[in-house]
């Protein structure tokens, strides 16, 4: 009360206490970290999107036909392409007539009959596939793929709410995290 401190006051509060820069400096480090993971997992969620926009048409790898080149729950998109345009050695997404026109992402290994249908075959595959893609068939060429971005929508494909659940409440957690600790370090910041 004199106008002296004692020994801890001088950091704004008991001894042994960390002054408020050790503070705002772990503030600073929290929210960077909460946003770049939102970041990350917003940009992942969104480029199938843009994809869309640019009219490349994204899937979801949903079997493991493709390892290593691609995992199931990586999200590809497929640039329009004739089959004119696909080299050997492309991979490709087609609707597969023998799974009811679903659509298929695997290799073209081989042209056939003057370049009008391709025999196509999935990486892990001992076998080719046993039909042959043609034009009419023919997504496009893979020009992106995503690792990961579609595993949520396989967890509901495959009805794993409860992951999908978690997934969606530390999504929402990192958002509040996010939120709150931008909106609490503001003052703690501005203190010399």
């Not at 994204?58 to 999200?75: N, T």
């Not at 695997?106 to 596939?129: C, Q, S």
């Not at 990192?174 to 600790?181: H, Q």
Request: with cysteine; aromatic share 6%; proline share 5%.
């Amino acid at each position: 009360m004199n106008g002296e401190s004692t020994p801890g006051e001088e950091n704004g509060g008991a001894e042994g206490t960390a002054p408020e820069e050790t503070e705002s400096w772990w503030q600073v480090c929290r929210v960077a970290a909460c946003c770049a993971s939102v970041t990350l997992v917003t940009s992942l969620l969104v480029m199938p999107l843009a994809a869309l926009v640019w009219g490349w048409s994204p899937s979801v790898i949903v079997s493991g036909s493709m390892e290593p080149a691609l995992s199931r729950g990586d999200v590809v998109a497929a640039r329009s392409a004739t089959v004119q345009e696909v080299g050997g050695g492309a991979v490709i997404s087609f609707k597969d007539a023998a799974r009811g026109d679903r659509m298929t992402t695997h290799r073209a290994v081989e042209r056939l009959e003057d370049g009008a249908a391709y025999r196509t075959k999935g990486d892990a595959n001992r076998d080719p596939d046993p039909a042959l893609v043609r034009a009419e068939q023919l997504e496009g060429i893979v020009t992106v793929a995503i690792p990961y971005a579609g595993t949520a929508w396989l967890w509901l494909q495959d009805g794993e709410w409860g992951a999908a659940a978690v997934a969606v409440a530390v999504y929402v957690l990192l958002l509040r995290g996010c939120r709150n600790g931008a909106r609490d370090s503001g003052p703690a910041l501005a203190t010399p």
